[in-house]
């Protein structure tokens, strides 16, 4: 399941030891109120992303914004991304 990788990625490049996949919650919010992420965490998520599944995201974009919403809209860009 690409929301599990998705999770796994971002608690393995984060360095957040003390959560596993479960404590995630798809829908819930990456950054302010959800996990708490900054621009920084966005950064490195980027490059991981970048570096797993060669997607090439710009910070400037809106429809990247839109993306890193939470887990679910992260998998789901990747999931189009790899089939075009």
Known sequence: ML?????????????????VAA???NE?????DGLG???IDALELGV???KKYGISLS???ADTRRYFASVTALA???A???TK
């Open 3 to 19: 929301e599990l990788e998705v999770k796994e990625l971002i608690i393995d490049v984060l360095q957040l030891e003390d959560m």
């Open 23 to 25: 404590d995630i919650d």
């Open 28 to 32: 819930a919010a990456l950054f302010v």
């Open 37 to 39: 992420l900054d621009s």
């Open 48 to 50: 991981a992303l970048q």
């Open 59 to 61: 910070a400037d974009s």
């Open 76 to 78: 789901a860009m990747i």
């Open 80 to 82: 189009s991304l790899r």
